[in-house]
């Protein structure tokens, strides 16, 4: 405010200089500007747009990428089984992780909101060494206590008089066994977001629901969730992009295995395309990903864009 | 409504704050207990690496006894693993890869975010939104054909191409994270720069990148998290030794045929993922402004 009236003060002796000064202000600064962002252009265009595109030719050739095949790429991938059981594994995943990361995400944030905020540090950062571990690397060590050989999971359950589990050797185990590490690797994600959010839930809400008579779960249901929803909807969207997309997990744990019956598009799009050196096909399945990818985001992006049109120019 | 409260609950008042004060008591240590569980499970994998790394192979082979409980506890697993040239090779690549990756990231991003924010043009609203949707395309969509552009330039199987890919993967979320923070500096500060004969490249530097700190430091957390444990793209694009980074480099080279040497695998994971964590540690304020950016704000 200070600043500002000192200027105001200051302009009339030279307001003829600073009109024009101004004039030409402008037209170099949307030049500036430009200038300033092509360097993101050129990634974006060059790294993202060009190869999303060129993913849709490569997909419509023959597998020495001399003929134009149409659409056969796609169709061939529909009628095999195994590419079937991608598309289930795939979804069965990311939904049924993202259900439970949500849910345990919740929960903990709860949790974390009833201790006094002063002891929250330690427990937050405990809580989200999982999320900080780089994925390959702790699911490595999934991998290792998983091991049947010398399986720690299963020294525990002989411990306890129960046979051991052949964990990753047996499609559906193995499938439960990628979900539990996803879920592992992500609740702390959705803890941190929810977390945030009930902070931003004013206090008075609570008080007034509680003069109305409302127990834990009225209060949690009529007042947290419709505040947070918004949160919730932005978590759980970019989530189920994430965890649809996810190659790490099932590439160290089964790399699809027993009898590519734990593919998801990743690891599958990854050993057709890079494995067997069949580009076109491995470019048709990860584009099956995107029709579902971009439902998601459309609907993440809706939620976001006010920040864009909030954003002063 | 406070008054309402005083007045309608005033003849059981006692009683009742003597059993809310109780419930509430309950909920305080019942979340301790739930939250001692949770903490519990989620560092069993992380505890379990750090106890193999410990480990000698003879004592990971033998198959006798407690596989959680580190016997005879030995740090030979890292010194061989830091005798070992191609190890050493994956971290220095490893911490190549990323100091680029971070540089050129925080460079176009603090660069495009300024002048998104500050200075616009037609459609820089709707760009910013774009920026978004870039950030929401994964890795897996796309190595198929940027395997085609990686090999057009010749770089297959060099370090360099993931210096080239990886700014694709955190730019995006590092723009939108200093758009945030850019957004939320009062326009006067920018008026009295120019007032004073200042350059924008000028002002950016000495006002915007000194307010803003908080938020470049966290949008630098985010490449360099992004590029120390990007998996697809160097699995993807690399194949010799001399070329890998940490997150490939350990499963690949520590497994010869059948012979798993856990042990070395696990304190190779150890020390790859102990400068995320230092970081973490360190940083944990930034860590997770930078995580809730995107949720938050919006």
């Known amino acids: ?313 | 409504m406070s008054g309402a409260v005083a007045t309608a609950g005033a003849p059981s008042r006692p009683r009742r704050r003597a059993s809310s004060q109780r419930g509430r008591a309950w909920a305080l240590w019942g979340s301790y207990a739930a939250l001692v569980v949770f903490v519990f499970v989620f560092l069993v994998p992380p505890f379990y690496m750090v106890a193999t790394s410990l480990k000698s192979d003879a004592d990971i082979a033998a198959e006798v006894g407690n596989p959680w409980l580190v016997h005879h506890p030995t740090l030979q697993n890292f010194i061989d693993l830091f005798m070992m040239p191609t190890f050493r090779g994956y971290f220095i690549n490893s911490v190549m890869v990323t100091a680029v990756t971070v540089s050129v990231s925080m460079v176009i991003s603090v660069l495009a975010a300024f002048g998104l924010t500050r200075l616009g043009f037609k459609g820089s609203a709707m760009l910013a939104s774009s920026v978004f949707l870039t950030y929401l395309i994964p890795d897996s969509l796309l190595f198929i054909p940027l395997f085609q552009v990686v090999r057009a330039l010749g770089l297959i199987n060099n370090l360099w191409c993931l210096a080239l890919l990886y700014p694709t993967l955190a730019v995006p979320f590092c723009t939108w994270i200093m758009i945030g923070y850019f957004s939320s500096i009062p326009k006067e500060l920018d008026e009295v720069a120019l007032i004073d004969g200042a350059g924008y490249l000028r002002m950016l530097w000495s006002i915007f990148i000194p307010v803003a700190l908080p938020g470049i430091i966290a949008a630098t957390i985010f490449a360099f998290t992004v590029s120390w444990g990007e998996f697809l793209y160097p699995i993807a694009y690399l194949y010799s030794s001399d070329q890998k980074v940490l997150t490939v480099g350990i499963a690949g080279d520590l497994i010869r045929g059948d012979v798993f040497q856990w042990g070395k695998i696990m304190a190779g994971c150890v020390v790859a993922a102990a400068p995320p964590i230092v970081i973490y540690a360190f940083l944990m304020d930034y860590y997770i402004a930078g995580l809730t950016a995107g949720a938050t704000k919006g």
């Open chain 1, 1 to 313: 405010m200070a600043d500002r009236s000192a200027v105001a003060v200051s302009l009339p002796p030279h307001r003829m200089v600073r009109r024009s000064f101004m004039r030409r202000l402008l037209e170099r600064r949307s030049t500036v500007a430009l200038l300033m962002c092509s360097p993101l252009f050129l990634l974006i265009a060059g790294l993202v747009v060009y190869p999303a595109f060129y993913a849709l030719y490569l997909a419509m050739l023959n597998r020495r990428m001399t003929q134009f095949v149409g659409l056969d790429n796609f169709a061939f991938l529909l009628k095999r089984d195994t590419f079937r059981l991608v598309i289930f594994q795939s979804c069965l995943f990311a939904v049924s992780s993202v259900v439970l990361k949500s849910f345990l995400g919740f929960v903990l944030a709860h949790l974390m909101s009833n201790i006094p905020s002063g002891r929250q540090r330690i427990w937050r950062g405990l809580l989200l060494v999982p999320w900080v571990i780089p994925l390959a690397l702790s699911t490595l060590g999934w991998w290792w206590l998983f091991d049947p050989s010398y399986s720690a999971f299963n020294y525990l359950l002989n411990a306890l008089g129960i046979a051991s589990v052949p964990w990753l050797g047996v499609a559906w185990p193995a499938r439960l066994c990628m979900i539990t590490v996803n879920v592992w690797f992500g609740t702390s994600f959705f803890m941190i977001m929810y977390l945030a959010a009930l902070k931003s839930v004013p206090e008075q809400l609570y008080e007034a629901a509680a003069i109305d008579g409302a127990g834990t779960f009225q209060k949690m249901f009529y007042v947290t969730v419709p505040m947070i929803r918004n949160v919730i909807s932005v978590t759980v969207l970019y989530s189920l992009i994430v965890t649809f997309a996810n190659f790490d997990i099932v590439r160290i744990l089964t790399n699809g295995g027993p009898e590519s019956k734990t593919h998801v598009f990743a690891t599958y799009a990854f050993q057709v395309g890079i494995q067997s050196g069949d580009i076109p096909l491995g470019a048709s399945v990860s584009l099956f990903m995107f029709p579902l990818l971009a439902v998601f985001a459309y609907f993440v992006l809706r939620n976001v864009t006010r920040r864009g049109k909030e954003m002063t120019v």
